[in-house]
């Protein structure tokens, strides 16, 4: 059984474009319409490098996420060929105009995801931080 919460109306959400949902706690959930008026949701998280997919480009049933274009399907969440991930969909209602989005999904999906650091003193810079690369220095 599912508690659905009403979020927005659909001509809140820009034709090929996204809203964010935020939670009490996790990641948000992006919003997207596409250019025939469906409606998606999913985690506002790419699988790739977690760039957030509700500043990507809606094209079709995909959005393109706005860090490195991977395009990842709005109905599943998972990236075309050949790139491999998924992010996590949530279930969307349109009703009278109105999007409604599971309210049991809201409180329980993903909510162990963090989102990804950067900016300065995103790394550590420590021994065996993932995050921080080491490049080695152009020479002439």
Request: hydrophobic residues 40%; proline residues 7%; aromatic residues 4%.
């Amino acid at each position: 059984m599912s508690d659905w919460k009403p979020i927005c109306s659909v001509t809140d959400i820009p034709v090929l474009g996204a809203r964010r949902v935020e939670r009490a706690k996790g990641i948000a959930v992006a919003v997207f319409r596409n250019s025939e008026d469906k409606v998606f949701a999913l985690l506002d998280r790419c699988p790739h490098k977690g760039g957030p997919l509700s500043q990507g480009i809606v094209f079709g049933e995909s959005v393109a996420c706005p860090l490195h274009n991977w395009s990842i399907g709005l109905a599943d969440g998972c990236a075309k060929s050949p790139d491999e991930g998924c992010t996590i969909p949530f279930a969307v209602k349109v009703e009278a105009g109105r999007v409604h989005l599971d309210g049991i999904e809201l409180a329980t999906l993903a909510l162990d995801l963090v989102a990804p650091k950067c900016g300065p003193g995103a790394s550590t810079g420590a021994l065996g931080d993932a995050s921080f690369d080491i490049q080695a220095p152009h020479t002439a």
